[in-house]
C-alpha cells in the first residue's frame, strides 16, 4: 500500500462546476498537509497549505483534512477553465521534513 | 512565499557526461529537496539538501550518482553524473520553511 492514494483521473468537469480532489493515507503520523497546481510544464504552485484537522478556505479553493479518517480534500467552486491542471496532495511528518505526493489527478474544465 | 529560480530550464545532454544544476531562493530557507519528475508522473523525492553537511539520500539515489552541495540558506546545487537515457526527467527544487515552494524544474534529455 503506498504512503499516499490519489485517484489519477483524468477528471473532466463544465464550467461553474463545484470540483472534489481527494487523497487517503496510511501514516498517521503526518501532521501537514498540502495541495499544489501544477500546469504542464511547469513547477508546483503550493495552493493550500494545512496543518493537523480542519478545514480552511481561500476564495474558490477549500481544504479539509480528517486525520481520524485519514483523508484530505480540496474544493474548487465555480471552476474556470484556467483550472485545469494536475492538482498534486502532499504531506509531511513535520515542518521541517520533506513531503510524501500523491500521484495527482488531472483536471480539465471545459468551458 | 519564496521564489526558488532554476538554472538551466532545460537540456540535452549526451550520456556519459555530468550535468549540474543550480538552485537560488530569495531568501533564507530552512529546508531544500530535490525532487525527480517522470514525465506524467508524481514527484519522488532524491535527497534533502543540508546546509553545511552531506545531503540525506532517499532509498534508490546515491551520493555518487546525485551529489548534491548546499553551501548556504538560499543555494543549492544537484549533479546528475555519468548520465544515460533512464536519467532523461525534470529535476525540482523544493524551498521554504515551513511551506514549500518549488522551481520551475530542469528538464533533461539524454541521447
Known amino acids: 500500500q503506498k504512503e499516499v492514494e490519489q485517484d489519477p483521473g483524468p477528471l473532466s468537469v463544465p464550467e461553474g462546476a463545484i470540483v472534489s480532489l481527494n487523497c487517503t493515507y496510511s501514516n498517521s503520523a503526518f501532521q501537514y498537509f498540502m495541495w499544489y497546481r501544477q500546469y504542464s510544464r511547469k513547477g508546483p504552485e503550493l495552493l493550500m497549505y494545512?496543518?493537523?484537522?480542519g478545514n480552511k478556505e481561500d476564495g474558490r479553493f477549500t481544504a479539509q483534512v480528517d486525520k481520524s479518517s485519514k483523508y484530505i480534500s480540496l474544493f474548487i467552486r465555480d471552476s474556470q477553465p484556467s483550472d485545469s491542471a494536475t492538482y498534486l496532495c502532499a504531506m509531511s511528518l513535520s515542518g521541517n521534513t520533506p513531503l510524501v505526493f500523491g500521484k495527482g489527478t488531472r483536471l480539465s474544465v471545459i468551458a | 512565499s519564496a521564489v526558488i529560480s532554476q538554472k538551466p530550464s532545460r537540456d540535452i545532454c549526451q550520456r556519459g557526461t555530468s550535468l549540474t544544476i543550480q538552485c537560488q531562493v530569495d531568501s533564507q530557507v530552512t529546508m531544500m529537496f530535490w525532487y525527480r519528475q517522470q514525465p506524467g508522473q508524481s514527484l519522488t523525492l532524491i535527497a534533502t539538501a543540508n546546509q553545511g553537511s552531506e545531503a540525506t539520500y532517499e532509498s534508490g539515489f546515491v551520493i555518487d550518482k546525485f551529489p548534491i552541495s548546499r553551501p548556504n540558506l538560499t543555494f543549492s546545487t544537484l549533479t546528475v553524473s555519468n548520465m544515460s537515457p533512464e536519467d532523461s526527467s525534470i529535476y525540482l527544487c523544493?524551498?521554504?520553511?515551513?511551506?514549500?515552494?518549488f522551481g520551475e524544474g530542469s528538464r533533461l534529455t539524454v541521447l
Open positions: 523544493s524551498a521554504g520553511t515551513g511551506e514549500l515552494f
Open positions: 494545512t496543518y493537523s484537522s
